[in-house]
Nanobody
Framework: QEQLLESGGGLAQAGDSLRLSCLAP???????MAWFRQAPGKEREFVAA????????VNADSVKGRFTISKSNTKDTMYLQIDTLKPEAPAVYYC????????????????WGQGTQVTVST
């Protein structure tokens, strides 16, 4: 199974910005991609999704105004810009891809990356 590859996580200070990347080789035509995050002991939470061909985006209400999803067709890469990091529990951010779905249900995505952890300190 072809893997998506996230990068860009790490330790950051509250108030800083961070940009996560998801390399998606060979999965860009007609595909929808999304970011999810999961904190320890919690369900995997939808963050945002993007249509690879049209660029339409969907954002979870909880991240509107601070998170921006985008993509680069030439680089086969999706991004998640996180501004004004909050000192919340560490979370692993996952990217996911689907040929037909762009909503918040994690189970409807076919391909997943291994995740990249984001830890915010005060």
């Amino acid at each position: 199974q072809e893997q998506l590859l996230e990068s860009g996580g790490g330790l950051a200070q509250a108030g800083d910005s961070l940009r996560l990347s998801c390399l998606a080789p060979g999965r860009t035509y007609g595909a929808y991609m999304a970011w999810f995050r999961q904190a320890p002991g919690k369900e995997r939470e939808f963050v945002a999704a993007i249509s690879w061909s049209g660029g339409n985006t969907v954002n979870a209400d909880s991240v509107k105004g601070r998170f921006t999803i985008s993509k680069s067709n030439t680089k086969d890469t999706m991004y998640l810009q996180i501004d004004t990091l909050k000192p919340e529990a560490p979370a692993v951010y996952y990217c996911a891809a689907s040929l037909t779905y762009s909503g918040p249900a994690a189970g409807k995505y076919t391909w997943w990356g291994q995740g990249t952890q984001v830890t915010v300190s005060t």
